[in-house]
C-alpha cells in the first residue's frame, strides 16, 4: 500500500495543464487534473465514449454544454456527471491558484 495526498506536489506555476492518473484498469480511469487558468478552445469540444464525474477540489472553474445556454461555475465541492458523448468544454479555471479536480472515468 503507497499513502499519498491528492494536494502534494502541486506547482505554484502551470504553464501546461497536468493530467495524472492515480488509478486506472479496465473499467476506471481515477485521474487528477491540474489546471492554472486554462481552458478549452472554443472551437474544441471534449466528446468522450465514456461516461465522467468530476468534483472540483481546490479554484474556481467553468463548464459548458453544447446542449445548455450558459456554463455551469463549479466552486470546491462541487460535481457534475457528464454522460458518454455529452459535448463539453472548460471555459475558465483559477487564474490565481491552482485549480485541482478528481476525474473518473467509467464504462
Keep these: 500500500m503507497k ?4 494536494f502534494s506536489k502541486i506547482p505554484n506555476a502551470i504553464s501546461n495543464e497536468i493530467f495524472e492518473t492515480i488509478v486506472v ?6 485521474e487528477r487534473i491540474i489546471s492554472g487558468g486554462h481552458t478549452t ?3 474544441n ?21 453544447e446542449d445548455e ?4 461555475t463549479l466552486k ?9 458523448f455529452c459535448r ?3 471555459t475558465r479555471t483559477d487564474d490565481k491558484q ?4 478528481l476525474a473518473v472515468h467509467f464504462a
Excluded: C, M, S
Design 98 to 101: 491552482p485549480t485541482v479536480w
Design 88 to 90: 463539453h468544454r472548460v
Design 69 to 72: 445556454p450558459q456554463p455551469i
Design 41 to 43: 478552445p472554443e472551437e
Design 3 to 6: 499513502k499519498d495526498n491528492i
Design 45 to 65: 469540444w471534449y466528446d468522450q465514449r465514456h461516461d465522467e464525474w468530476v468534483i472540483l477540489l481546490r479554484g474556481i472553474a467553468e463548464i459548458a454544454f
Design 76 to 84: 470546491p465541492g462541487d460535481y457534475v456527471f457528464i454522460p458518454a
Design 25 to 30: 484498469n479496465k473499467n476506471v480511469k481515477i
